[in-house]
DNA sequence: TGTACATCAGTGAACGCGCGTTCACTGATGTAC
DNA sequence: TGTACATCAGTGAACGCGCGTTCACTGATGTAC
């Protein structure tokens, strides 16, 4: 072979990654094959090489994404006192820096209106993901039955994708900014979420070095 | 001329019309200017009488479908007792219904994401109208400053938007009802919303024989 | 009232262009002997 | 150790195809005289 052993794999890995920011900043429609591997330092013949379509690449770089998004949280929550986790990923993740990065942000925002509309097997692959991404959510909800975090899992992440979905498309101004804090005050000043002593205290945006918004 | 007075403003009109009930179907790069065209009963080559481009119609489509979901919610609330007002909307909202039929719903959850990312003049226009959407959403909700109402407009229609984009999302399933039931609860069954003596008496989804859904 | 002409919404062929996909080829390395 | 061959990730030209847009044309009606 050409290459040592593993370098088809890391090639691949590259794609997925470079892919997965480009889709999520351009939709899943919106950038082509040829740019794709481009982006990922190759030309557009190879690509059959490593995926049977244009589609089946979408789903790897949508779960992709999904998959760091969710790992992310989980190691951020471990971090953390239980009873501040689910203020803390709520915290980090309503923030302009997390709104106007949306190819390093979360999936979710970016891209689920469009995979609602592609194939069946496009539609599995996300839900499978949003399932996982759900129940992360709901572990970090203590002092609730299994079924109630769920709900709140699904009723808050909600409002965080609606959230930032209208505050991207708000225009960037006053009411991207007003929604964004709609939806953290809804989530973060409400009395079952954050201490009745401390209602307050929500935890501040702190990392004001990122440059990229790690959803 | 060849046809009445009216002719070429009504067939504007039904262009835009059916345009808007397709984007919303497939989204806005879903449906090229062929189909839609032969959607309102004429073939392509006429459609440059009618709209400077394929953009400037997308625009229009979508202004109209926002209108009319904003337009329809008033004239509900009108009908309702000023406490229940918000309720109702949001009842009519969450529905199976709205989810399984997205070319008559909102076009928030449709085409929001998308239109974050097309040129400016698309997006001042969808955020006019988001404005406009916000306000209505705001006028319903009594006892509160205009500030608050406006608020609490601002997160709801965000839980709102992303429960229908993730009850989409999820598959068709079990997962895509326990989503909306979610997002329903958390916005319906909540002491600030609902009278605290009739907490669970949520406004049934009643309307059974429609089978469009008026959003 | 009748006739010639102007108007213009709508038609359908044609235009570039970009896209996803295919394919013959390349050339550096692994392997067989 | 040296040599001939096989492998296969990656290249770049080419393919159909569908799209947004343009354009010469049509033909029913309004209007001028």
Not at 132 to 158: F, T, V, Y
Not at 183 to 198: E, F, H, I, M
Request: aromatic letters at 4%; glycine letters at 8%; charged letters at 30%.
């Amino acid at each position: 072979m050409r290459y040592s052993k593993e370098h088809k794999s890391e090639t691949h890995a590259r794609i997925v990654k470079k892919a997965s920011v480009k889709l999520r900043e351009r939709g899943a429609h919106g950038i082509g094959v040829a740019d794709l591997m481009k982006d990922a330092g190759l030309t557009h013949g190879g690509f059959y090489a490593h995926f049977a379509s244009r589609e089946a690449l979408v789903i790897e770089a949508f779960a992709y994404a999904m998959d760091r998004s969710t790992a992310r949280w989980r190691k951020k929550a471990e971090e953390i006192p239980l009873d501040q986790r689910f203020a803390a990923i709520v915290d980090a993740y309503l923030t302009p820096l997390h709104r106007d990065d949306p190819g390093n942000g979360c999936a979710v925002p970016a891209l689920a209106a469009e995979i609602a509309r592609e194939g069946v097997k496009t539609r599995r692959a996300f839900s499978a993901k949003l399932e996982q991404m759900i129940d992360m959510m709901a572990e970090q909800i203590p002092g609730r039955s299994r079924k109630a975090a769920r709900e709140q899992a699904m009723a808050s992440l909600a409002t965080m994708v609606g959230t930032m979905i209208l505050s991207r498309a708000g225009g960037g101004g006053e009411l991207s900014d007003d929604i964004l804090a709609a939806g953290r005050s809804a989530l973060l000043d409400r009395q079952p979420l954050a201490k009745p002593t401390a209602k307050k205290r929500a935890p501040k945006t702190t990392k004001t070095t990122a440059s990229r918004a790690p959803n």
